[in-house]
């Protein structure tokens, strides 16, 4: 499916407003419509939020207390987590910017549809809550919201933190490695192909005794007709890149133990 500009989900209300488009949860539609006639961005509005905290990350993330209506489903005290999407590569990213030529796929819209049959795949993922895109010309920006999962930290924090020089021990490590190859192999057997699957894509939550994996950064998925499996391995090899570019940033290395472990837990072996 090409996902243009005029897309629609039936999860998601459209919300317009001068040259801006977003997809929102009903709850929120008010929220979006506030920020909009206010003349802001949904990502201006996180950071100008008085309850906003920032993420690291190449283009600043708000963290704020989640809005909506009475009838809102989420937990009291929940969050969003809201970012603006921004271009990798040195290249690109000088001559474009933050902007995005507006033919299909729209990342913004393609990323609600990865997301909704992520889930519904069984592959965990942070819930949308609005997409935006803010049309100018033949380009466009945009903003994602998302739900926000505390105690959670992605796979570079996971394995290359300096400042605990690698995640806890041992043992605690190799639940990393193998959780995330378990990972692979399962979006490779639910037929979600993620093209850029590198450390920073993996999230891990830490909940009891082993970490649970979220995946992010869904614009860059295909994801196929019902659940015809794609081939793991070309995501592991991404992601292995991706870890062996760490190793030459931090000077910390991965065993050779706990690549096997990743690699087995792909291959789905004991």
Known sequence: MRIGPRWRHPEFEVVEHLGARVLARPDVVPWVRYVLEGGQSLHV???RDDGAWQLEGRYPVYVIPAKGSVNDSAPPGARWAVRHFARGGRFVSSLLGDRYFRVPPVRPYHEVEASEVARSRGISTPRIVASAMYAAGPFYRADLVTAYIPDTSDLVEALFDTRRKGAGGAAER??????????????????????DLHAGNVLLEWQGAAPKPHLLDLDRCDVGAGRVAVPATPMYQRLRRSLQKWERRTGLHISPREWQTLADAVDDRP
């Open 174 to 195: 190799l639940d990393v490695l193998r959780t995330t190859g378990n990972l692979i192999k399962r979006m490779a057997g639910a037929g979600i192909r993620h093209r």
């Open 45 to 47: 509005a996180a950071e």
